[in-house]
């Protein structure tokens, strides 16, 4: 779970003899006596498969703002070594601390962001009877009624799949027209048939490709596990 991320990311300080604890949203701060930082899980992008975690590095106003800029830049070279791209900010000072403190962003993404990344899906893809292991997103609608906003059941369904591939990965080729995609979930099984696809999307994202495929189907079909 992305949450993991944070426990890598304070082992790392630890290993490296940075004092860290976790931060939450509201949490009071004391005085500071040394240098110290803070983690949070800042962000999660399910569909871009890539966490951020904050990391707030704080020194006594008796250092120095230059000295929490130092070892500002020792959190982001340690960030960088687990694989995330890091932004620091401009170091600032917090009076209810009496302390320096300086914000560092770190992203990770794809297989950088944990081992276990594939946990935070419940889904399998599978189009024209093959498996797509770097899906990692699928929406599909039907057009409504404009007047009482239900599904018009003769509507095609229009669907959307998003994969990430790493360095040295490549898509698999496009399944033959027409197709059949079945999603398969904890909560049950969706099936769409007769599907043709109507366009395609390849963007480099600094750690490999994602592709985001859209089609429609004429039709489709649920099982539901209780």
């Not at 004092?19 to 930082?37: C, F, H, R």
């Not at 699928?138 to 790493?166: C, H, M, S, Y």
């Amino acid at each position: 779970m992305a949450p993991e991320v944070v426990v890598k990311v304070l082992q790392a300080l630890d290993e490296q003899g940075i004092l860290s604890e976790t931060a939450y949203p509201g949490k009071k701060l004391i005085n500071i006596t040394e240098e110290m930082a803070a983690v949070n899980l800042e962000k999660v992008d399910f569909t871009g498969r890539s966490a951020t975690v904050q990391v707030t590095v704080l020194s006594p106003v008796s250092m120095g703002g230059g000295a929490c800029e130092v070892a500002a830049m020792k959190v982001g070279r340690i960030l960088e070594r687990l694989g995330a791209m890091c932004v620091q900010e401009e170091c600032r000072f917090n009076s209810y601390a009496n302390a320096f403190y300086v914000r560092l962003l770190g992203t990770f993404r794809g297989a950088a962001v944990m081992e276990s990344w594939s946990a935070v899906s419940d889904f399998e893809v599978e189009v024209g009877g093959v498996v797509l292991p770097n899906a990692v997103s699928f929406k599909a609608e039907q057009a409504v009624d404009e007047v009482t906003g239900t599904p018009l059941n003769t509507a095609v369904w229009t669907f959307r799949i998003v994969e990430e591939f790493g360095r040295g990965q490549s898509p698999v080729p496009a399944a033959a027209e027409p197709f059949t995609v079945k999603v398969s979930r904890s909560s049950g099984v969706e099936t769409y048939s007769q599907c043709t696809w109507i366009a395609c999307q390849v963007e480099n994202t600094g750690t490999g490709l994602r592709q985001i495929r859209s089609g429609v189907a004429k039709s489709r079909s649920e099982i539901i596990i209780e």
